[in-house]
């Protein structure tokens, strides 16, 4: 399973800049950018909060979840 972080987009859909958005929601920019660039590990509820307030989008605008697609090696012979 995979969350797959679509914050770029909405930003660009915004039109908002990194930097904008850092110093509205009150994060750096690096830890903006990792969550941006879905290396984040998890996010706070307070923090995904923020984004979408300034945003102006749900909370499903920017995360979606994506299944695994099977490997053929883990399917039975």
């Known amino acids: 399973m995979a969350i797959v972080v679509n914050l770029d987009v909405m930003m660009a859909k915004r039109k908002i800049s990194l930097n904008e958005l850092s110093k509205e ?3 750096t920019n690096v830890n903006l950018s990792i ?3 879905g290396k984040a590990k998890g996010v706070r509820f307070e923090t995904l ?3 979408c307030k300034v945003l102006d989008c749900q909370p499903g605008d920017i995360l979606e979840y ?3 697609p099977v490997q053929e090696s883990a399917l039975p012979a």
Request: neutral net charge; hydrophobic residues 40%; without cysteine.
């Open 25 to 27: 929601v009150g994060l």
């Open 35 to 37: 969550l941006k660039n």
């Open 49 to 51: 909060a923020s984004i």
């Open 66 to 68: 994506r299944e695994d």
